[in-house]
């Protein structure tokens, strides 16, 4: 039986070539606790600074920008904000020019210490059990090594590796509508 999976996507990963197939970005946007969110939009808008000719590069992103910030004090995360809590906060009508992210960030963040990847599954089962995009990847004493989203492994990893672990349950309909095939659609 053939797999396009690659083999070492599913193994103990020994080698920094393991995590750069997993997309983790080892130049996240770090932000302090007291920016103004209308610079952490512009921020996270703003094009990177490194220019990357090779697209396997780890941090190659197409146009640069971000759709997260990590909220650091102290080379420490204290939170995250994403673009999905931009959209909320603009529904919600929040001034950007004077609220800081230490206002409205997201303090209880999932994270994943580096040598808890066991294979590629692990990342993708937290972003999936969370329902979250974006997984900031830890060492042993909380420092920051990087994020692995949601929209990257998806990128980088064949889709029969996504649904391989997927459970009916996660995609089946429990409403279920039934109907004759003389029933009308509209009365």
Do not use: W
């Not at 999976?5 to 193994?11: A, E, F, K, M, T």
């Not at 921020?43 to 590069?57: F, G, K, L």
């Amino acid at each position: 039986m053939s797999s396009d999976i690659p083999s070492n996507l599913g193994q103990q990963p020994n080698s920094a070539l393991f995590t750069k197939q997993l997309g983790i970005d080892r130049q996240p946007l770090m932000i302090a606790p007291e920016t103004l969110l209308q610079e952490v939009i512009a921020q996270m808008n703003r094009a990177s600074d490194t220019c990357t000719v090779d697209p396997d590069e780890e941090n190659a992103q197409p146009d640069g920008r971000r759709s997260y910030a990590l909220v650091t004090y102290q080379q420490k995360l204290m939170g995250i904000v994403t673009e999905r809590d931009m959209v909320k906060l603009t529904a919600e009508g929040i001034c950007f020019t004077t609220t800081s992210v230490e206002q409205v960030m997201t303090s209880n963040v999932i994270t994943l210490k580096e040598s808890d990847i066991k294979d590629a599954f692990t990342p993708l089962n937290l972003l999936r059990r969370y329902r979250i995009r974006h997984l900031p990847v830890v060492d042993g004493q909380n420092n920051i090594c990087g994020v692995i989203t949601s929209a990257r492994l998806r990128e980088r990893l064949p889709a029969s590796a996504l649904l391989k672990r997927r459970q009916v349950q996660e995609v089946m309909a429990t409403h279920i509508i039934t109907a004759t095939p003389t029933t009308p659609v509209i009365d």
